[in-house]
């Protein structure tokens, strides 16, 4: 017992006692921290081989001439580029705010409640479009939407705006349920003691605190429609591509660092979001 | 005390009854308008898809309304224009092999690689896990076709891999890894690598260390411990993670057409293509089918082992 317990009192800082044979902690195992770092430098690898040869001077890939940033001056002038993140910015905001609004709405129906006939229901329907393969996805709104051009003759942005909205709404509605399932009742119910009404009540109190959670939802949707390539390659119709899907149409070309520049403007909107999402979410706990 | 006789009671009873339906009423009323965007622009058309699976195919794309299985024997059989001999199709056999095996490799993959990051970033001080998990997360949002890109910034025959096997004397001329089954694997690997650490983290963090210190105290050895304490322990994670990343890789588009060049196709490639030059969509609607088919068997098994209460971290 003894032993056990000074073992365990050694291994309570456990990573700072897991440099080599220093001494024995329980959660070490031989050789996972070499492999976790050789995984991290992997991911970063080839993104930072990507940011680097975004400023190379020549016209090449691979051999270094110098730093320059003729090609982001290049991509800036492209009116091709200049329009399709545009196109791009768009729809992703659009999708992002019905998304995240109805996804708000769904959390609060589905949060907080005695299990009712259809939760699950409810649940299963909000987190399909998780489950089934974009391609899959892409082709069912291909054909659907073919089947409605005929009928209405719209051939506008509306389809890819609808497209992304649904895709987009598991991705708000997850952090916006963490968020809601989290929070104390006992502020509403006090606000209801105080004669507030219940719309009065979602207002001033419930809302409030439910906000980091819906920017948070807002910022995900956004990230995820500004990202899709697959589904919105096969909704589009002539003369609407988003900037990814030019993207994979330059790649069949020659590739030039234009591409390495793009990339890295959108890899820096990117992380940006995703960033300010990390700390929004850290806030809470 | 005899409530069921006395009026009051029962009306109390009724007017909460009443309030508990409209309560109800309001929540799906508030759920509807997501409902109702998810069933017109997701699942809805899935149907038509398998309705379009039935059909004959249009002689420019499209459809003619006329039932027929001719798709589906398409999807593994073709027959000679010849002389009407029934062979199987092997392009779309080796297709579809390809792109079981390529996932499941993939998946392989991940698992050996996400296991030890997940548990190295589990065993970290509290402070700084959240940092790993970030680490990990950024790649994730980067956008896909992007991190595709990168990824073939290394391994083309003038990427830096080849660049920097030459200068170092272990290689005299270039591998060629590009448009091959091997790159499509090292992509999807690259791409997917997050979805296995998330849910092996999930499962790690709640890790009770007591249990393996006990498995020590037996005089297990480190390899022991692991197979005996610690993998059973975050079977769940495992399964979540290989989940999340087979589904994606079984039906791959971007990785594949980037990476593989046109003739190493998968199943995604393959469903886009009769859309497209194929001028097919029966067979391309009855390749969806089938893919959906294998995903759901994987889901099945994922619901089947993995149980209900983990599902939330995937």
Known sequence: ?285 | MAVENSPLPTRAAQVAAEADRREIRGRWLLASPALLIILFAAIGPLFIVLVYSFLTPGDYGGVVWKPSGQAWFQVLFEKDIFDDTTTFADAHLSILWRSVKLSLLTTLAALAFGFPTAYFIATRPEKSRDIWLFLITIPFWTNLLIRTFAVQEVIRNEGILNTALIKLGIISSPIQIMFTDVAIMLGMLYVYLPLMVLPLYASMEKLDFRLVEAGYDLYANRFQVLRRVIIPLVKPGIIAGSILVFIPSLGAYVTPRVLGGGKNMMLGNLIELQFGQGRNWPLGAALSITLMAIVMVALMVYVRYAGRSETRHG
């Not at chain 1, 990573?15 to 080599?20: E, Y």
């Not at chain 1, 705010?97 to 769904?106: L, Q, Y």
């Not at chain 1, 929070?183 to 409030?208: G, H, Q, S």
């Not at chain 1, 820096?268 to 850290?282: A, D, E, G, K, Q």
């Open chain 1, 1 to 285: 017992m003894a032993d056990a317990s000074l073992r365990n009192a050694r291994s309570v800082p456990g990573p700072a006692g897991a440099r080599k044979g220093a001494t024995f902690s329980v959660r070490r195992q031989t050789g996972f921290g070499g492999i976790a770092l050789f995984c991290f430098v992997l991911l970063y690898l080839p993104i930072a081989t990507l940011v680097v040869y975004s400023f190379n001077a020549g016209n090449s890939l691979a051999i270094w001439e110098g730093f320059s940033w003729r090609w982001y001056v290049a991509a800036w002038n492209n009116q091709q580029i200049v329009e399709t993140s545009i196109r791009s910015f768009v729809i992703a905001s659009f999708a992002a705010v019905v998304s995240t609004t109805v996804a708000t709405m769904a959390a609060l129906a589905t949060t907080r409640t005695r299990p009712y006939r259809g939760l699950n229901f409810i649940y299963g329907f909000i987190n399909q479009p998780l489950m089934v393969p974009e391609i899959v996805t892409g082709i069912a709104l291909l054909i659907f939407f073919a089947m409605v051009k005929v009928w209405t003759g719209y051939t506008g942005l509306g389809y890819l705006i609808a497209a992304h909205t649904a895709f987009c709404i598991p991705f708000a509605y997850l952090p916006i349920r963490a968020r809601l399932e989290n929070m104390d009742l006992t502020l509403e119910r006090a606000a209801a003691d105080l004669y507030a009404t219940p719309w009065m009540t979602f207002r001033k109190v419930t809302l409030p605190l439910l906000w980091p959670g819906i920017i948070a939802g807002l910022m995900l949707a956004f990230v995820v429609s500004l990202d899709d390539v697959v589904i919105t390659e096969l909704v589009k119709s002539g003369g609407q591509d988003t900037l990814p899907t030019y993207m994979l149409g330059q790649l069949r070309r020659v590739v030039t660092p234009e591409i390495n520049a793009i990339s890295s403007v959108f890899l820096l909107i990117s992380v940006v979001i995703v960033t300010l999402f990390f700390f929004l979410n850290r806030k809470r706990t």
